[in-house]
Structure formats: C-alpha cells, structure tokens
C-alpha cells in the first residue's frame, strides 16, 4: 500500500503506525511521521508526540533490561574467577564469605572478558587479576585467613629473606602459581614468603 494515499486522519495513522510495527516496517513508518508533520495538523502531531513517546519508553525499557543483563552476568562472572582464586590461595574455607565481601567492589570485568580490578578501586592496582590481588594485597590486608606456617621458624624466614626460586610470587612471570607460593612458604616459611611478596611489590 502507498502511503502517500492514506488519509491522515488520527484513526487511519494509528491502524497505520500499528500496521507498520507489526510488520517492523520501521523505515516507511518514519516517511510517514514525517509527512504527518508537513500536513501540521492538530491531530497529527497528537498523534507522532503520543507514539514518540510510548516507542521512547520501550527503547528506554529494552536498554535497562540489556543493561540489567550485562550486570548480572558480569557478577556472576566476577564471583567465579573470585572464588577459583580463594580455592588455589590456601587460605581457611571459612574466610571465604569476608573475602568475597572485600573483593566484589574492586573487580570488574574488562574489554577482552578479564577479571580484573577497577580503575577506580581505592587502594589498589588496576588491571589485577583475583589470583595476583591475593598475593599483593589481601595477605596483608587479611593475615589471619591463612595458617599458621609450619616453616616459621626456618633460619632465613627469620631474618626477612626471600630464599630459593621467587618466580612463583612476581605476577608477571609464567611462574606464578599460588600453589607454588603455598609450598614455598611450607618450605622456608612465612618470613621468606612475605618478603618474596615484597621483592615484586605486593604488600606482605
């Protein structure tokens, strides 16, 4: 149907414009709006300010509920990689409630789908991965979600020296592991381990 022959009366525009909607005829909608507007009627501009308004309402709910969407995957996703890291850190289980109440308010999820900590996140480094955080923050900020090393007492964790291979520690190194970390620390105890975290700029 041409739609330069349909009368622009209000009632012949809205079985128009409902036409058009069902049948996503969004293009020929527009031409027709704006010729409703050359005729400036009364009525037609009742009717283009009326289905303006409603059809801004629906972009505006469809973008909240896209916008809704995003944000809970994105938790969702921020809560896994927060929990894989608790899991390989060694700390008590029983810490993990408070750890993850600290942690959520820093990490975001960046461009390329990281895990990562905010650029506005107070205190802290951005770009940082959970497992790196762990190391350099979260040992100092939360000694006690550890045990108790064994190895305390080892003769160079008591003079505050790193001993042995510290790769497991320096975050950007392919060696950094957290289960290497653990065993360190087993092996020369916490005094070493803290100042391998400190050889690379954690906090320990």
Known sequence: MDHRS?????????????GWRSKRRFTVAAVAIVSALLTKTPEAE??????????????????AEAAKVRGERAAERIDAALSDAFAKCGAKPEHKADY???????????????????????????????????????RAQR?????????????????????????????RSPKFNLSDQSRYERRYGKAAADAAIRQYGGRA
Do not use: M
């Open 6 to 18: 349909t009368p622009h009366t209000p009632a012949a525009l809205v079985a128009e414009v409902r």
């Open 100 to 138: 993850l109440t600290l942690a959520r308010g820093l990490f975001t999820v960046d461009e390329s789908g990281r895990v990562v900590t905010r650029k506005d996140a107070a205190d802290t480094l951005p770009g940082v991965e959970p497992a790196a955080w762990i190391v350099s923050q979260l």
């Open 46 to 63: 009742a009717l283009i300010a009326e289905r303006t308004k409603a059809l801004t309402a629906e972009r505006d709910a469809a973008v």
């Open 143 to 171: 000694p006690h979600y550890w045990p108790v090393s064994v190895g305390g007492g080892a003769a160079g964790g008591r003079n505050g020296i790193a001993l042995g291979d510290t790769g497991c520690y320096n975050p």
